[in-house]
């Protein structure tokens, strides 16, 4: 394996056939869990190809609470003093609009 190809920090797990194709576009892979702070992570098994370098911008209105993706409803959370944000999406999209639109 050559040292200087490019990496790919990639979600995991990935079945071989991913694999195969990222590493067929000559990258090495690294499981996102070891990405630094602000880098490409590829998710192959996304439903949505949105990959994004940084964070959502803060929610204007409780509507931009319903388009945060999980882990930036976990941020905000802990943002805003939750310490372990848990629950799925819709129950976290409720809880940050309680903290943040409270006098709406």
Do not use: W
């Amino acid at each position: 394996m050559s040292k200087d190809r490019k990496i790919a920090y990639v979600k995991h797990p990935i079945t071989t056939a991913q694999k195969k194709e990222i590493c067929a576009k000559g990258l090495r892979i690294i499981d996102a869990r070891f990405a630094p702070e602000g880098a490409d992570i590829i998710d192959p098994n996304a439903k949505t190809k949105t990959q994004s370098k940084s964070p959502a911008e803060p929610p204007r209105s409780a509507e931009d609470v319903d388009k945060l993706l999980k882990s930036d409803l976990v941020n905000f959370l802990k943002g805003h003093g939750v310490e372990d944000p848990k629950g799925k999406v819709p129950e976290l999209r409720e809880q940050l609009k309680a903290i943040m639109f409270t006098n709406l």
